[in-house]
């Protein structure tokens, strides 16, 4: 059996559902998470959407963004910036300090990199604007093998990326066992 149980969530996607988390709440589970992004509460969202095989392996596939990472195609003229201390980079095709969106990456680009075969080995999340200063930051892990979660949060929370994604397995797990639902079909 699947570790979500959707029996009545969307069928015309295949069973989806998304969740909004307050930023008090993730902060109250990992206490390094920052509640604000300039302008704007840093809510963490978490999609959670059944999915094929082969588009959980796509969306993890180092090839994925290969173009930023190697600034070829629409990025051959993208330029970059720093994020804060971390050593992460932004790269974008529009003009710093303020694009509408962007890539960030854990390493500087470069046209002869190697591309890793797992996307998270280079690629941290995909941005937009969000208000005047804040930003909204997404990323696609697997759930299970038929489960992809897209998590959404503030580009001053990517360095908490890895506990994230392990709050929501965590989050998820704890529905699971608890789901009154579950616990009559089995």
């Not at 990472?69 to 710093?96: K, P």
């Not at 300090?97 to 500087?108: A, G, R, S, T, Y």
């Not at 470069?110 to 937009?128: F, K, L, M, T, W």
Request: hydrophobic fraction near 30%.
């Amino acid at each position: 059996k699947p570790a979500v149980s959707i029996a009545r969530g969307d069928k015309s996607t295949g069973g989806s559902f998304q969740v909004a988390f307050s930023a008090e709440y993730i902060n109250e589970r990992l206490p390094e998470y920052a509640t604000v992004h300039g302008d704007m509460p840093a809510i963490v969202f978490i999609g959670v959407r059944r999915s094929s095989e082969y588009r959980i392996n796509r969306s993890q596939s180092g090839s994925v963004h290969a173009d930023v990472l190697r600034l070829d195609g629409e990025y051959s003229d993208a330029g970059t910036q720093v994020v804060g201390s971390g050593g992460m980079i932004r790269v974008s095709s529009y003009d710093f300090p303020d694009p509408p969106i962007w890539h960030v990456l854990k390493q500087e680009p470069d046209p002869a990199a190697r591309i890793p075969g797992n996307i998270h080995e280079y690629h941290v999340a995909y941005c937009s604007r969000s208000g005047t200063s804040s930003s909204n930051c997404e990323f696609e892990v697997p759930y299970d093998e038929e489960t992809l979660l897209k998590i959404t949060t503030t580009e001053n929370n990517l360095h908490l990326k890895r506990q994230l994604i392990a709050e929501a397995h965590q989050i998820l797990e704890e529905w699971r066992m608890n789901c009154p639902s579950r616990a009559k079909s089995e």
